[in-house]
């Protein structure tokens, strides 16, 4: 019997629905292999009616019958739902009404907007305060040419509630990050140090104060009366300048000679 399963590959192929679904299963507190088998389940359309020894009876949506598939034949399908709880690249922010977010990629956004969101996803991937994602994803909730400081807090209160937009735009920030790490590798360099490597390793949270000082103090070429204008450029912009400098400071290094 053939069996057509169409199953998304990455967050763009998914529906709002299907994103809020996912996003229901994770504040839910599922395990990530539930979550790849409720998703495989809902998604395929795929419905298990028993299971025996090491086979499963299966139905399907549109499917007259019935058809059987070994717990290995199911496991494996499962897994190809994996990336879906480890890569958010292509996610996108859920419709609030009322409200417009920036571009998918910030490409809208000034150096001030990406400033605030780094700082809140820092401080809520740390501390897990709720607060820090709200205001993240009341940062992120502003299109570019709008953005306010002022406008946070009472776009804050107009999100409470919106639990499942919440956990969403911490994804879409996650995949955010990771575009920006692949188009500007020397600005986000990945430690070289892991747990495995050393025992003792742990996490520190970053000073996000230092960070953010010093990549002014480059763009600005030390000119504080250019800080203004600094946090007013394109983010994309400024991260481009940002990794060149660094790219300028690899190369001097490790050719200290020339």
Same mark, same amino acid.
């Given at each position: 019997?053939?069996?057509?399963?169409?199953?998304?590959?990455?967050?763009?192929?998914?529906?709002?629905?299907?994103?809020?679904?996912?996003?229901?299963?994770?504040?839910?507190?599922?395990?990530?292999?539930?979550?790849?088998?409720?998703?495989?389940?809902?998604?395929?359309?795929?419905?298990?009616?028993?299971?025996?020894?090491?086979?499963?009876?299966?139905?399907?949506?549109?499917?007259?019958?019935?058809?059987?598939?070994?717990?290995?034949?199911?496991?494996?399908?499962?897994?190809?739902?994996?990336?879906?709880?480890?890569?958010?690249?292509?996610?996108?922010?859920?419709?609030?009404?009322?409200?417009?977010?920036?571009?998918?990629?910030?490409?809208? *956004?000034? &150096?001030?907007?990406?400033?605030?969101? +780094?700082?809140?996803? =820092?401080?809520?991937?740390?501390? #897990?305060? $709720?607060?820090?994602?709200?205001?993240?994803?009341?940062?992120?909730?502003?299109?570019?040419?709008?953005?306010?400081?002022?406008?946070?807090?009472?776009?804050?209160?107009?999100?409470?509630?919106?639990?499942?937009?919440?956990?969403?735009?911490?994804?879409?920030?996650?995949?955010?990050?990771?575009?920006?790490?692949?188009?500007?590798?020397?600005?986000?360099?990945?430690?070289?140090?892991?747990?495995?490597?050393?025992?003792?390793?742990?996490?520190?949270?970053?000073?996000?104060?230092?960070?953010?000082?010093?990549?002014?103090?480059?763009?600005?070429?030390?000119?504080?009366?250019?800080?203004?204008?600094?946090? *007013?450029? &394109?983010?994309?912009?400024?991260?481009? +300048?940002?990794?060149? =400098?660094?790219?300028?400071?690899? #190369?001097? $290094?490790?050719?200290?000679?020339?």
């Amino acid at each position: 019997m053939d069996i057509n399963l169409i199953i998304p590959r990455d967050y763009t192929e998914m529906t709002d629905k299907q994103i809020r679904y996912v996003a229901a299963l994770n504040i839910y507190g599922m395990s990530e292999k539930d979550i790849w088998r409720r998703c495989f389940i809902k998604f395929t359309g795929v419905k298990p009616i028993i299971g025996y020894a090491d086979k499963y009876i299966l139905a399907k949506k549109g499917l007259k019958g019935f058809f059987s598939w070994s717990i290995h034949e199911m496991n494996y399908f499962i897994k190809k739902m994996s990336w879906i709880t480890s890569d958010f690249s292509g996610i996108r922010p859920l419709k609030i009404n009322g409200l417009h977010p920036c571009d998918e990629l910030m490409r809208d *956004a000034k &150096l001030l907007q990406y400033i605030n969101a +780094e700082n809140h996803y =820092q401080a809520y991937i740390f501390t #897990k305060d $709720k607060n820090e994602l709200l205001m993240l994803t009341a940062t992120l909730y502003q299109s570019g040419t709008n953005y306010s400081q002022k406008k946070t807090q009472k776009i804050a209160r107009k999100i409470r509630n919106k639990e499942i937009e919440q956990f969403t735009c911490l994804c879409w920030m996650h995949g955010i990050k990771k575009e920006f790490s692949t188009k500007w590798p020397y600005l986000f360099q990945k430690d070289k140090k892991n747990e495995f490597e050393n025992p003792d390793f742990e996490i520190v949270p970053p000073n996000m104060e230092l960070i953010i000082r010093n990549q002014i103090r480059m763009l600005s070429k030390g000119d504080v009366t250019k800080e203004t204008q600094v946090l *007013a450029s &394109l983010t994309h912009s400024a991260l481009d +300048e940002l990794n060149q =400098q660094c790219f300028e400071y690899e #190369k001097l $290094k490790s050719n200290p000679n020339h």
